[in-house]
């Protein structure tokens, strides 16, 4: 299955200020998703990573909050715009090809926003 | 729309006692996908099976089983014979292959705390 390295692992952010996470897959894969988890939640699907074109976002996620890019079939990018103190989450990446798809989920990026 | 229920939240037990994770979904496509998933103190999310709709066949992988049965809608995970190392949180997740999102919708999750 695919390896992910995802950076950075951990960030204390100013509110207000955005940040960018980026997923680096070691190989190509079809898919590639974003989910947040907030404090001693579960995961949450914020929106599949498409190539080439927009991502598709869930309901509750807006493009102007996480625009998300995939520039190719190995990497893609969430960043979290605008942060406020309710963003404070664990996201992951998590990528696959085809019905192998969520085998593998990144390391995470433990998110503070002070 | 899907649903996974963990009913669990936590459960706690000594160290070599035997422990079920239930699991109950609910989707309206014929074709889908179950997974668990271990998410240690680290935060990183560990692959532990993935099932589809067809194969209803118990698994077994060492001191984990799964039971999955489609006529109650639950894919169950049994740990045998805990150990303190399988402390962590476990996640019950679903794919459809149905029209809607791809990704994997989850369970809430069950903290299992095993005791030394």
């Known amino acids: 299955s695919a390896v992910i390295s995802q950076k950075p692992s951990r960030d204390i952010c100013q509110r207000g200020t955005s940040l960018t996470i980026q997923c680096q897959v070691d190989s190509q894969v079809t898919m590639m998703f974003w989910y947040r988890q907030q404090p001693g939640q579960s995961l949450t699907l914020i929106a599949t990573a498409n190539q080439g074109s927009e991502a598709t976002y869930e309901s509750g996620f807006v493009i102007d909050k996480f625009p998300i890019s995939r520039p190719n079939l190995t990497f893609s990018t969430l960043t979290v715009s605008n942060m406020s103190p309710e963003d404070s989450s664990i996201y992951l990446c998590?990528?696959?090809?085809?019905?192998?798809?969520?085998?593998?989920f990144g390391s995470g990026t433990r998110l503070t926003v002070v | 729309a899907q649903k996974v229920t963990q009913a669990q939240t936590e459960i706690s037990v000594v160290e070599k006692e035997d422990v079920t994770l239930d699991c109950v979904y609910e989707t309206r496509d014929t074709t889908y996908y179950l997974f668990w998933y271990k998410q240690p103190p680290s935060g990183e999310l560990v692959f532990l099976i993935r099932r589809n709709s067809f194969d209803e066949q118990n698994e077994i992988s060492g001191r984990y089983s799964w039971n999955f049965q489609k006529s109650t809608s639950s894919f169950n995970f049994t740990i045998t014979a805990s150990q303190v190392v399988d402390s962590a949180v476990y996640f019950c997740a679903l794919r459809s292959s149905g029209g809607g999102a791809d990704g994997l919708t989850f369970g809430k999750g069950t903290h299992l705390i095993i005791q030394p």
């Open positions: 998590s990528a696959g090809t085809g019905q192998l798809y969520g085998y593998t």
